[in-house]
């Protein structure tokens, strides 16, 4: 942190950052915006503030918690900006994303796979950002906790919803 605040060192400290965290960040953006090119985009934008802010990081969480919940905001208003200009709805939005995913030549999965990504998109978006966080980037409720900012038990409720409605999903067909 000290390198990163410090004007003389900060670019190679931005670089190092960005090193370490940069894959991270981006299978973070693409669990929610589910597209590569738009996913690079974001990832770029998150980069982009966090150089801008990082005098603003006070340490009161995890710096890796911090770049985190700056990716999902900047993915979440993404998509905002998105649904806005098409003027659609976010679920119709979140349709055409899993639309566009069966022809999105990035997509690497079979076809169970399309269909567990069209049932987390019938989550609502903080099911969504909960299952994506545990389930694809196994990260720990206390970390999901401080980059969401909900209490851990809230989160595993989440959890426990999200996986019963992708089951049932799933189950249907």
Not at 20 to 27: A, I, P, V
Not at 124 to 138: D, G, L, R, S
Request: charged content about 30%; aromatic content about 10%; hydrophobic content about 35%.
């Amino acid at each position: 942190m000290q390198l990163l605040q410090d004007p003389a060192s900060r670019n190679e400290a931005f670089r190092e950052l960005l090193h370490l965290y940069q894959e991270r960040l981006y299978w973070q953006i693409r669990n929610i915006l589910k597209n590569h090119e738009d996913s690079d985009d974001v990832l770029q934008n998150t980069f982009i503030k966090i150089f801008r802010n990082i005098e603003k990081f006070k340490g009161e969480s995890q710096l890796f918690s911090w770049m985190y919940r700056i990716a999902t905001n900047e993915a979440i208003t993404f998509l905002n900006n998105r649904s806005k200009k098409l003027q659609i709805s976010s679920e119709e939005l979140q349709q055409q994303i899993i639309d566009n995913l069966e022809n999105d030549v990035y997509f690497e999965g079979n076809e169970i796979q399309l269909k567990l990504q069209k049932a987390i998109a019938r989550l609502p978006q903080k099911q969504q950002q909960v299952f994506n966080m545990k389930y694809f980037q196994e990260l720990k409720y206390k970390e999901i906790s401080d980059i969401l900012g909900t209490s851990e038990g809230a989160l595993k409720a989440s959890y426990h919803h999200a996986t019963k409605k992708i089951e049932e999903f799933l189950k249907q067909g």
